[in-house]
């Protein structure tokens, strides 16, 4: 696609926001081709998707704000519901999804990483959402998974302050998983992308179910949820086989890999 790329690595998908130029700003043809190549995703091949920007400047340095400048109150809701759909879909994607932000995530690229399972960061990573700055809110989901994920309290700072955080804040409140220089991001990543492949995919794409659907309800409705999944992992070739493998008293055998879900 024009502004994404994509590759496979094995049973890993990497992909990559390509508008250096332009800190890898989001516009309305950068989030068409980004769809476009989530359309294209092999979910049959593909246990885990990473996603991260072009360079070691900008993960994704917002929205356009060219673009959103001259946008009627009707655009601009169409907009925000263009972005909204796309990182939604992100988030409930079947498979893991890790965010290898490169650099500056600022609105909206804060906004897509936190549509991602996991967040990890190089050392000269910032984050921020400063929309208010510009006169507007967050559009892109921000004022919702920011409050999920550190607490109100943090995000409301974050958002009504419109001040940027350095990779170490970040990891402290808890925005980002872990943080790695530069050169080892990328590396880190896929190393973690590939171990969650190597586990059974059937499991891993229920316990991603389990644990996004039981953060929409209440805490009687989340084990209910928790128990149907984890009786559909039963009576699977994985289930079976992972089970199996534990008890065999031969520890000498290679683990075999899990098959395709």
């Not at 696609?1 to 049973?11: I, K, S």
């Not at 359309?39 to 070691?56: F, P």
């Not at 932000?101 to 399972?117: H, K, P, R």
């Not at 039963?234 to 031969?250: I, S």
Request: hydrophobic share 40%; net charge negative.
């Amino acid at each position: 696609m024009g502004f994404v790329d994509y590759e496979v690595d094995g049973q890993v998908g990497i992909i990559t926001i390509n508008r250096p130029k332009a800190l890898n700003a989001l516009n309305s043809e950068v989030l068409d081709d980004l769809e476009g190549v989530l359309n294209g995703v092999d979910l049959d091949v593909i246990r885990c998707l990473i996603i991260t920007g072009a360079g070691e400047k900008s993960f994704v340095a917002g929205a356009d704000i060219a673009q959103m400048s001259t946008l009627s109150i009707e655009e601009a809701a169409a907009f925000s519901k263009k972005g909204n759909d796309l990182f939604r879909r992100i988030e409930t994607l079947p498979i893991p999804v890790i965010a290898a932000v490169n650099g500056f995530a600022l609105g909206g690229g804060c906004e897509i990483s936190m549509s991602c399972d996991i967040r990890l960061c190089s050392e000269n990573a910032v984050f921020g959402q400063p929309e208010v700055g510009l006169g507007i809110t967050p559009g892109f989901g921000g004022t919702q998974r920011l409050a999920r994920i550190v607490g109100p309290g943090k995000a409301k700072q974050i958002i009504y302050t419109a001040r940027n955080i350095k990779a170490a804040e970040a990891y402290r409140i808890g925005l980002v998983n872990e943080v790695y220089p530069i050169e080892e991001l990328m590396p880190q990543a896929k190393k973690m992308a590939k171990t969650i492949a190597k586990n059974a995919p059937i499991a891993v794409r229920a316990s991603k179910k389990a644990i996004n659907d039981g953060l929409e309800v209440g805490m009687d409705e989340a084990i209910v949820i928790e128990e149907k999944l984890f009786g559909s992992c039963f009576e699977t070739e994985d289930q079976r086989y992972g089970m199996a493998f534990f008890l065999d008293k031969n520890k000498d055998k290679v683990k075999e890999p899990f098959k395709n879900c």
